[in-house]
Protein backbone atom coordinates (compact mmCIF):
# COMPACT_ATOMS: atom_id res chain seq x y z
CA UNK A 1 0.00 0.00 0.00
CA UNK A 2 1.26 3.19 -0.79
CA UNK A 3 0.10 7.02 -0.03
CA UNK A 4 0.38 10.20 -1.22
CA UNK A 5 -0.61 12.65 0.86
CA UNK A 6 -0.71 16.90 -0.27
CA UNK A 7 -0.27 20.08 1.79
CA UNK A 8 -0.12 23.67 0.84
CA UNK A 9 -2.65 24.30 -1.61
CA UNK A 10 -4.84 27.70 -0.75
CA UNK A 11 -5.78 30.78 -2.23
CA UNK A 12 -3.55 33.44 -3.34
CA UNK A 13 -3.36 36.70 -4.93
CA UNK A 14 -2.36 36.83 -8.02
CA UNK A 15 1.83 37.56 -7.94
CA UNK A 16 1.94 35.78 -5.02
CA UNK A 17 3.73 32.66 -3.46
CA UNK A 18 2.64 28.95 -2.34
CA UNK A 19 4.08 26.03 -1.32
CA UNK A 20 3.33 22.64 -2.35
CA UNK A 21 4.74 19.42 -0.51
CA UNK A 22 3.90 15.79 -0.66
CA UNK A 23 4.81 12.88 1.14
CA UNK A 24 5.08 9.07 0.03
CA UNK A 25 4.37 6.57 2.57
CA UNK A 26 3.92 3.08 2.66
CA UNK A 27 5.93 -0.13 1.98
CA UNK A 28 8.02 1.53 -0.39
CA UNK A 29 11.32 -0.13 -2.18
CA UNK A 30 12.38 2.92 -3.92
CA UNK A 31 11.13 5.89 -5.77
CA UNK A 32 11.99 7.15 -9.00
CA UNK A 33 10.53 9.92 -10.45
CA UNK A 34 7.75 12.56 -8.89
CA UNK A 35 5.85 15.21 -10.18
CA UNK A 36 3.39 17.51 -9.93
CA UNK A 37 0.74 17.92 -12.26
CA UNK A 38 -2.79 19.80 -12.46
CA UNK A 39 -6.13 19.96 -13.93
CA UNK A 40 -8.81 23.39 -14.18
CA UNK A 41 -11.88 22.78 -14.67
CA UNK A 42 -13.22 22.29 -18.18
CA UNK A 43 -9.86 20.91 -19.25
CA UNK A 44 -7.45 17.96 -19.62
CA UNK A 45 -4.92 17.13 -16.67
CA UNK A 46 -1.51 18.55 -17.70
CA UNK A 47 1.77 18.07 -16.20
CA UNK A 48 3.57 20.78 -14.07
CA UNK A 49 6.99 19.50 -13.59
CA UNK A 50 8.79 16.60 -13.12
CA UNK A 51 12.09 15.53 -10.92
CA UNK A 52 14.07 11.98 -10.54
CA UNK A 53 15.62 10.45 -8.13
CA UNK A 54 18.82 11.73 -9.70
CA UNK A 55 17.50 15.38 -9.71
CA UNK A 56 16.69 16.14 -13.12
CA UNK A 57 13.96 18.67 -13.85
CA UNK A 58 11.68 18.79 -16.17
CA UNK A 59 8.99 22.26 -16.32
CA UNK A 60 6.11 23.05 -18.48
CA UNK A 61 6.64 26.11 -20.51
CA UNK A 62 3.63 27.91 -18.74
CA UNK A 63 5.67 27.56 -15.43
CA UNK A 64 9.42 27.97 -16.31
CA UNK A 65 11.09 30.36 -14.09
CA UNK A 66 8.22 30.82 -11.94
CA UNK A 67 7.97 27.27 -10.37
CA UNK A 68 10.94 25.22 -8.78
CA UNK A 69 10.65 21.36 -8.24
CA UNK A 70 12.84 19.34 -5.32
CA UNK A 71 12.66 16.93 -3.34
CA UNK A 72 13.92 15.07 -0.26
CA UNK A 73 14.73 11.57 -0.83
CA UNK A 74 15.18 10.38 3.04
CA UNK A 75 11.58 11.78 3.55
CA UNK A 76 10.02 10.61 0.57
CA UNK A 77 8.58 13.79 -0.04
CA UNK A 78 8.48 15.80 -3.03
CA UNK A 79 8.44 20.18 -3.29
CA UNK A 80 6.59 22.72 -5.55
CA UNK A 81 7.76 25.88 -4.97
CA UNK A 82 5.38 28.80 -6.80
CA UNK A 83 6.44 32.03 -7.34
CA UNK A 84 4.70 34.72 -9.30
CA UNK A 85 1.20 33.25 -9.05
CA UNK A 86 -1.51 33.74 -12.39
CA UNK A 87 -4.70 33.23 -11.93
CA UNK A 88 -4.66 30.85 -15.12
CA UNK A 89 -2.49 28.60 -12.35
CA UNK A 90 -5.49 28.22 -10.52
CA UNK A 91 -6.11 24.10 -10.69
CA UNK A 92 -6.52 21.28 -8.70
CA UNK A 93 -3.12 19.75 -8.24
CA UNK A 94 -1.78 16.03 -8.20
CA UNK A 95 1.17 15.03 -6.81
CA UNK A 96 2.53 11.56 -8.92
CA UNK A 97 5.43 9.49 -7.91
CA UNK A 98 6.71 6.24 -9.49
CA UNK A 99 7.40 3.57 -7.12
CA UNK A 100 8.24 0.08 -6.30
CA UNK A 101 6.87 -1.29 -3.10
CA UNK A 102 5.40 -4.58 -2.04
CA UNK A 103 3.71 -6.30 -2.98
CA UNK A 104 3.86 -5.38 -6.12
CA UNK A 105 7.64 -4.61 -6.32
CA UNK A 106 7.49 -3.93 -10.05
CA UNK A 107 7.60 0.20 -10.48
CA UNK A 108 3.78 1.92 -10.58
CA UNK A 109 2.68 4.97 -10.65
CA UNK A 110 0.72 6.85 -7.68
CA UNK A 111 -1.44 9.61 -7.25
CA UNK A 112 -2.03 11.80 -4.56
CA UNK A 113 -5.55 13.13 -3.51
CA UNK A 114 -5.14 16.57 -5.26
CA UNK A 115 -5.00 19.91 -3.30
CA UNK A 116 -6.57 23.27 -4.93
CA UNK A 117 -5.05 26.15 -5.52
CA UNK A 118 -6.53 29.46 -6.19
CA UNK A 119 -5.20 32.75 -7.61
CA UNK A 120 -7.12 35.78 -7.36
CA UNK A 121 -6.98 38.30 -9.86
Known amino acids: QVQLVESGGGLVQAGGSLRLSCAAS????????MGWYRQAPGRQRELVAT???????NYADSVKGRFTISRDNPKRTVYLQMNSLKPDDTAVYYC???????????????WGQGTQVTVSS
Open 96 to 110: NADVSALPRISEYGY
Open 26 to 33: GSILSINT
Open 51 to 57: ITNSGST
